[in-house]
C-alpha cells in the first residue's frame, strides 16, 4: 500500500518551509551533508592511518597497512555517501520499516520478521571464524567512526525526521541474506506452478513452466545434454486464497523494494589466453538486478596488507564481491538453484501453538517481534511461529487456511559466505579460490574464474539441498508426514565445474548450467536459453578468428540482438499477416524489414515487433486464468511457448483459441488481431496504418524506459521528481545487454547493475561500471552522473595500483 499523500506532504512542506525559509543560508546546510574528501580526520578504532583517494567519478582507492583498517576505511566511505541506503537496507532485512515509514509498512514488516533474516544474520555470526568477525567488527567501527562526527545527515533523514543507529556486525550479514532474498523465487514459483497444475493439468502447466529447455546446452563441457521435463509427482491441492495472497505479498516486495523480478539473469564469460590477443585469459561479467538509484554497487579499490582488490562493493558489507587482485579475477552470475521448499503444516485446532510430524505433536517455536510503528505509543504484538521447517510465513495473511512454512538455506545458523567472499579476496590462485567457495553457502551462484597462470573455469558454488528420490522442489509438500524431508546437501565436490576446456571458453546467462549425466537435481526454473545461444555463437566466431580483445567482449556486452524477436518478426512475415491485414504492407513491411532482432532505442520496427509480442503473449493467455495470474505467467516463460504457436505444434496451437468465443481460433487469428493492439501503442491507427507516416510511430526508445527507483521516495508524488531517475533505452529481456521488458508498462526495471572487463595480459585496459553513481546524496555532482554512461556503453577505468590515482585524498588518523 503506497504511503498516505497526506503524510508526506505535511513532511515536504515542513521540508520547504525551512529550505525557503533559510534560503542560501538552506541550501548550504543541505550541501554540508556531503562528504569530506580531502585533508585528515581522527577517528576512533583505526590501528594506523588510512587514506581514501577518490577519483573524478567518486571511486575511492583505499589504501591501508591491515586488511582490518583497510574495510574500516571502506566503512568509513560507504557511510559518507551511501548512509540512508545502508539504514533502509538494514531496516529492510530487520523488518524495522514502520519505526520510519508509518503504518503502510507494517505488514511487511509482519512478513519480515516473521522470515527471520535478522535471526540468521546473528547466528551466522555467531558462527563465522574469528578472523572474519573481527573484519566485521572494524568495518562497522568505520561506520560508526563517521557516525560519531556527528555531521549534518542525508535529505533522507531530514525528510522523515530520524536518525541512524551504531552500525552492528549483524546488519552487515543481514544485506547478504536480503541478497539472497532477493535472487530468490524458488516458493512463488512452487505457488505459481501449483496454482497452474490445478487450472490446467500438468501438460498446459509445463508449456507454461517448463523445467527444462529444450535445444539449450549446459555451461558445463561433458555433462550430457538437456533432460526431460519429469511430471510433478502428485501432491496436494493449494488453497487458492493462501496460494495467491502469498504471491501478492513476494510481487509487493519486489515492486516495493526494488527487488529482481522475474526475467532477470546474469552473464558471464571467460576466455583462454591461447584465444586472447595480449596472451592471458579475459572474463567478462555482467550481473543482472533490479534498477535502483542508489545503485546497489559501489566501487572501490581496497589495498590492506592481504587484501588488495578492485571491483564491486556492497554499501554495508565490507570487502569485494566481484573483481579482481592481482592473482585472480571473477564474476558472478545466479545458479537459480532450488534452495526453497514450501512445506503445508498442520496445526493443532485448539491452541494453535503445535503442529504434527510423523512422530506426533511438537511444540511451535514462538518469537515475540514487537513491531514499533512510527506515531504509535505502544509496539504491535507480533509472534513469529516457526515449524521444524522454518518460520509459517502464512501467518502474515488474515485467516490463512493453509499453513505453509518455509525451509530455506539462507537460515540456517552456520552460513559462512561472509568468510568465503573475503577468502576469494586474498585468493592467489586456484587452489585458494576453490577452498573459499567451500565455505560459499548463499545465494548460490556460478562463479567465472580466470588467473594470470592462464587458467579458465567456472564453478557452481552454494548449499544445495538434497531431496528423497521422486522429490524435485517442484511444488509445496505436506510436512507432517516426513517424506519430503531434505535428506543433505550437495558435497562441494560434487558440485559443477569446469577447467580449461578444448573450445577454450566457458559462459553462462542463468541457463542450463549441466545436463543429463550429472546426477544431482539443481534447480526447476533454468532462464530461457537465448541470451547463451547469443553469447555462445558469438564466442565461437571469435574463436575461429582468434586474437580476441576485451574491445569484443565489450560489443558483446552490449549487444542487443534478441533472438526471440528476430523468430517472432520471421513468422509473422511468414504467415503472411501483414500482407493479409488489408492496408498494412507500406508500413508493416517497412517496419518489419528494419527489425532483424536488433532491439535499439531509435528503432520502430523493435517498438512495433516488442509491443506486438506481448500484445500476442498476453491474447493468448488472458482468456484461460484472467488479468493477474496472465500478467504473472507472461512475465516468467512465455516466449518459449510463443515460439511453438507460431511454429505449428499441434499442442501449443491450443493456446490460440479464445476459450471466450464459440469459434476455433488460430495463431494467425491471434496474431491479426494482436496486431491492432500493437498498433494502437506504437501510435498508428489500427484501421489503415498506411494513411499516416512511418514517422509517426514510436520509437523503442519512446516507449521503453530503464526506471531508477528510490527507497521509498519514488512512492511519493511529490518527492518522486527529486529522488527518481529514468532513461529511454534498449535492448529486452533476451539480449545480451538486457533490457527486461515490463509487460503492461514496457519498462525496463532489471537492469546490467554491474559491468566488468578483465585482460590479464593488459591491465591497464581493465575497464568497469555500474548504473547510477557514486552518492546516494541526492545533492552530489555523483548522484546520476553514471545513468547515461552506463546506457550508452561507457566504462570506467579499473585500477589497481599501488600508488593512488591523482584525486582528492582524505587521510584516516587514529584517535589517540
Not at 529511454?728 to 559491468?755: C, F, H, I, K, M
Amino acid at each position: 500500500m503506497p504511503v498516505t499523500r497526506v503524510l508526506w506532504s505535511r513532511r515536504l512542506a515542513l521540508f520547504a518551509a525551512v529550505t525557503l525559509a533559510l534560503g542560501g543560508l538552506g541550501w548550504l546546510w543541505l550541501r554540508a551533508s556531503l562528504p569530506r574528501t580531502a585533508g585528515r580526520v581522527s577517528v576512533r578504532g583505526l590501528h594506523a592511518s588510512a587514506t581514501i583517494t577518490r577519483d573524478r567519478d567518486g571511486v575511492p582507492h583505499i589504501l591501508a597497512a591491515t586488511d582490518a583498517d583497510a574495510v574500516f576505511a571502506l566503512g568509513y566511505a560507504h557511510a559518507q555517501d551511501r548512509l540512508w541506503q545502508m539504514e533502509f537496507q538494514r531496516r529492510v532485512a530487520a523488518g524495522r520499516l514502520s519505526e520510519v515509514l508509518g503504518e503502510s509498512t507494517v505488514n511487511t514488516d509482519r512478513y519480515l520478521r516473521t522470515l527471520g533474516l535478522h535471526r540468521a544474520a546473528a547466528t551466522a555470526y555467531k558462527a563465522l571464524d574469528e578472523d572474519s568477525r573481527s573484519l566485521l567488527r572494524a568495518y562497522a567501527a568505520g561506520v560508526n567512526g563517521f557516525l560519531a562526527e556527528g555531521g549534518r545527515l542525508p535529505p533522507e533523514f531530514v525528510i522523515l525526521q530520524t536518525r541512524p543507529e551504531p552500525w552492528r556486525p549483524e546488519d552487515s550479514l543481514g544485506w547478504i541474506k536480503m541478497m539472497s532474498q532477493d535472487l530468490a523465487g524458488d516458493y512463488e514459483t512452487e505457488l505459481l506452478r501449483g496454482r497452474l497444475l490445478a487450472l490446467l493439468g500438468p501438460e498446459r502447466m509445463a508449456d507454461l513452466l517448463p523445467d527444462y529447455v529444450a535445444g539449450a546446452l549446459p555451461s558445463v563441457p561433458g555433462s550430457g545434454g538437456p533432460a526431460g521435463s519429469a511430471a510433478p509427482s502428485p501432491a496436494p491441492v493449494l488453497d487458492a486464497p493462501t496460494a495467491d495472497g502469498l504471491l501478492a505479498m513476494g510481487a509487493d516486495l519486489r515492486s516495493r523494494f526494488s527487488m529482481m523480478l522475474p526475467g532477470g539473469g546474469s552473464n558471464s564469460w571467460v576466455v583462454s589466453g591461447r584465444l586472447a590477443a595480449s596472451g592471458k585469459p579475459l572474463l567478462a561479467n555482467d550481473p543482472h538486478l533490479s534498477a535502483r538509484i542508489p545503485s546497489v554497487w559501489y566501487l572501490a579499490e581496497l589495498h590492506g596488507d592481504r587484501i588488495h582488490a578492485v571491483g564491486s562493493t556492497l554499501p554495508g558489507v565490507p570487502g569485494i564481491v566481484i573483481g579482481r587482485n592481482a592473482h585472480i579475477a571473477w564474476g558472478l552470475t545466479s545458479l537459480v538453484a532450488d534452495t526453497q521448499d514450501l512445506y503445508l503444516e498442520r496445526l493443532d485446532p485448539d491452541r494453535g501453538r503445535r503442529y504434527q510430524t510423523e512422530a506426533g505433536w511438537r511444540d511451535l517455536t514462538l518469537i515475540d517481534e514487537p513491531i514499533w510503528v512510527k506515531g504509535r505509543q505502544r509496539p504491535e504484538p507480533w509472534v513469529a511461529r516457526l515449524t521444524r521447517h522454518g518460520p509459517l510465513i502464512s501467518d502474515v495473511l488474515a485467516d490463512a487456511a493453509q499453513p505453509m512454512a518455509l525451509r530455506w538455506t539462507a537460515l540456517d545458523d552456520d552460513d559462512s559466505s561472509f568468510a568465503a567472499l573475503i577468502a576469494i579476496d586474498r585468493a592467489a590462485g586456484r587452489a585458494d579460490f576453490q577452498a573459499a567457495l567451500a565455505r560459499f553457502v548463499t545465494p548460490p551462484q556460478n562463479f567465472a574464474y580466470a588467473d594470470d597462470a592462464g587458467h579458465i573455469g567456472l564453478i557452481g558454488a552454494g548449499r544445495i539441498p538434497l531431496r528423497p528420490e521422486g522429490l524435485h522442489g517442484e511444488l509445496p509438500r505436506p510436512g507432517w508426514d516426513g517424506a519430503a524431508e531434505w535428506t543433505g546437501f550437495v558435497p562441494f565436490e560434487s558440485l559443477p565445474q569446469a577447467w580449461d576446456p578444448d573450445q577454450g571458453w566457458l559462459a553462462n546467462a542463468n541457463q542450463l548450467l549441466v545436463g543429463s549425466s550429472y546426477p544431482f537435481h539443481l534447480s526447476n526454473q533454468w532462464s530461457p536459453p537465448y541470451r547463451m545461444t547469443r553469447i555462445s555463437g558469438r564466442l565461437n566466431e571469435l574463436s575461429e578468428r582468434g586474437d580476441i580483445t576485451l574491445d569484443d567482449l565489450q560489443a558483446l556486452q552490449l549487444d542487443r540482438r534478441s533472438l526471440p524477436i528476430a523468430t517472432f518478426a520471421a513468422a509473422a512475415l511468414k504467415l503472411g499477416v501483414p500482407a493479409a491485414s488489408g492496408g498494412l504492407d507500406l508500413v508493416l513491411n517497412a517496419l518489419l524489414a528494419a527489425a532483424d532482432g536488433t532491439v535499439e532505442r531509435d528503432s520502430r520496427g523493435a517498438a512495433l515487433l516488442e509491443v506486438w509480442f506481448a500484445a500476442f503473449a498476453r491474447a493468448a493467455l488472458v482468456d484461460e486464468f484472467g488479468e493477474e495470474l496472465a500478467r504473472t505467467v507472461i512475465a516468467e516463460r512465455h516466449p518459449q511457448l510463443v515460439e511453438r504457436m507460431l511454429a505449428g505444434d499441434a499442442g501449443a496451437a491450443l493456446w490460440c483459441d479464445d476459450r471466450r468465443t464459440m469459434g476455433l481460433e488460430s495463431c494467425a487469428d491471434l496474431l491479426k488481431a494482436s496486431l491492432g493492439d500493437a498498433l494502437e501503442r506504437v501510435g498508428l491507427p489500427r484501421e489503415r496504418p498506411d494513411d499516416a507516416p512511418a514517422s509517426a510511430a514510436a520509437t523503442w526508445g519512446d516507449l521503453h524506459h530503464s526506471q531508477y527507483p528510490h527507497n521509498p521516495f519514488s512512492e511519493v508524488p511529490l518527492l518522486r521528481p527529486l529522488f527518481h531517475r529514468s532513461i529511454a533505452n534498449g535492448g529486452d529481456s533476451y539480449t545480451v545487454n538486457v533490457g527486461n521488458v515490463d509487460p503492461e508498462s514496457l519498462d525496463q526495471r532489471n537492469v546490467p547493475s554491474y559491468r566488468q572487463l578483465i585482460d590479464f595480459g593488459r591491465p591497464d585496459t581493465d575497464r568497469f561500471m555500474h548504473t547510477t553513481g557514486q552518492s546516494g546524496n541526492l545533492l552530489s555532482d555523483h548522484y546520476d552522473d553514471l545513468i547515461e554512461r552506463h546506457r550508452d556503453g561507457q566504462y570506467l577505468a579499473m585500477r589497481l595500483d599501488r600508488s593512488p590515482p591523482p584525486g582528492q585524498a582524505l587521510v584516516l588518523e587514529p584517535l589517540p
